[in-house]
């Protein structure tokens, strides 16, 4: 590998050229990580501050012993790969190992490093160092619902566990991210973390209610449409931190109340440097209905043009929320549903460039505020409306 001039940014993509990587190294090729010894960022730091590497070299892990990396993303190209990182000095080790097994030895936690493991955790083998885990994170595949809607709390429509984790039995600190229209995370496979101390939360989750048997000290929701189930908060006696964004509006209008009636809020203070920092965050913000969610992540109009998406991306708010007020149990709110998405389709019929792919996106957005509707529209009776109202 040739020489590389540090530029004035601090970050390096190091891979195979289907990548369009910085630096072109095919996957099984040795990488000569010592030619980055000595270059210096503008102000003097290390230089590469962070690298991406693409291929199979774990011999940077043995550099990273001497030479410390802030941020390193390790992505795999080969399944079965042993990665040693027990002594490397690296601050945040993203490995990016999707569907690959791997097997990985991270640092020990120094109370600022984090490991994240993006991928199936079912292939995935922690062997921890002696003494305490650095943060750990799961990026967790994206696994839509049927129908591209939040998936109830209680499990009914399914829900994904995760698998034994025994490397990680000693973690204190984890947050899983997916998408808020995932298949949800069963709660109850977290149980298996008994020193579970500090949890982040992002996407849909099944079972919320087993939180309750975690000794947890903080407690971050993010992106989580349906909470139904979860304890109060004084399930946590040593809970010292709660925060709730873009979460379930039923519950988190519970929660925000509860926050109030104990005079629990978030307190800043000032930093030397001017700045605001704060020990506890005590907040709940953002509340969401369903279709919110939906609108915001599962829409099929994002491949078409933009004002041709944004007219739709409006017409279907608008049907939603009739939707999501309109209890369609009784004959009027069968009623109201049905105008509601012969609106929509008429809003479509005055869009131009609508062929054969859009009619398809247009008949999913459709099973969309069908699923929204509570009790849930039959599929039929919608594609049944929408096809006598569209002209397209």
């Given amino acids: 590998m040739g020489r590389v001039q540090a530029e ?15 630096v072109v190294v095919e996957s099984d090729e040795a990488v000569d990580w010592s030619v980055f010894e000595g270059m210096t960022t503008p102000s003097g730091g290390l230089w590469p501050r962070w690298i991406h590497y693409v291929g199979n070299d774990t011999s ?6 001497e030479r410390p990396i802030e941020a390193l993303r390790f992505q795999p190209e080969t399944p079965g790969l042993v990665i040693d990182a027990s002594a490397s000095r690296i601050n945040t080790l993203n490995i990016t ?17 984090e490991v994240i493991f993006a991928g ?49 039995a000693d973690a204190e600190s984890l947050e899983i991210a997916a998408g808020p229209l995932d298949v949800p995370l069963d709660l109850r496979s977290l149980t298996q973390l008994h020193s579970l101390r500090k949890l982040r939360l992002q996407g849909g989750v099944a ?19 349906d909470l139904t189930g979860l304890p109060p908060l004084t399930a946590w006696p040593e809970l010292a931190s709660f925060l709730g964004w873009n979460i379930d509006a039923t519950v988190g209008k519970r929660l925000r109340a509860d ?6 809020a978030t307190r800043w203070e000032t930093t030397a440097h001017g700045g605001r920092t704060t020990s506890a965050v005590w907040q709940v913000s953002h ?35 009739i939707l999501d007020r309109t209890d369609t149990a009784g004959t009027d709110g069968h009623t109201a549903a049905q105008q509601a998405i012969e609106e929509f389709t008429r809003a479509l019929n005055q ?13 999913t957005a459709v099973l969309q505020l069908a699923r929204l509707a509570t009790p849930p529209i039959p599929e039929h009776d919608a594609l049944a409306w929408f096809d006598r109202s569209r002209e397209f």
């Fill in 351 to 363: 869009i131009d460039g609508i062929y054969t792919a859009e009619r398809e996106d247009a008949a």
């Fill in 259 to 264: 926050l109030k009636k104990r005079g629990l």
């Fill in 207 to 225: 079972h919320p209610e087993a939180l309750a048997d975690l000794p947890l000290h903080t407690l971050e929701l993010r992106m989580v449409p």
């Fill in 287 to 321: 509340l969401r209905t369903a279709p919110w969610f939906v609108t915001q992540s599962g829409l099929p109009f994002t491949v078409w043009p933009r004002r041709t998406a944004k007219q739709a991306v409006t017409a279907f708010k608008t049907a939603a929320k």
């Fill in 60 to 65: 940077v892990f043995a550099w990273a012993v």
């Fill in 97 to 113: 190992h999707g569907e690959l097994p791997v097997t990985v030895k991270p640092p020990p936690g120094t109370g600022s490093n």
């Fill in 120 to 168: 199936d955790p079912s292939v995935l083998t922690v062997v921890p160092a002696p003494g305490p885990l650095p943060r750990v994170a799961l990026r967790l595949p994206s696994q839509p619902t049927p129908g591209r809607v939040p998936a109830p709390a209680d499990g009914s429509a399914g829900a994904r566990a995760l698998p034994p984790l025994t490397g990680l």
């Fill in 8 to 22: 004035h940014r601090g970050d390096l993509v190091i891979g195979p050229a289907s990548e369009n990587p910085d």
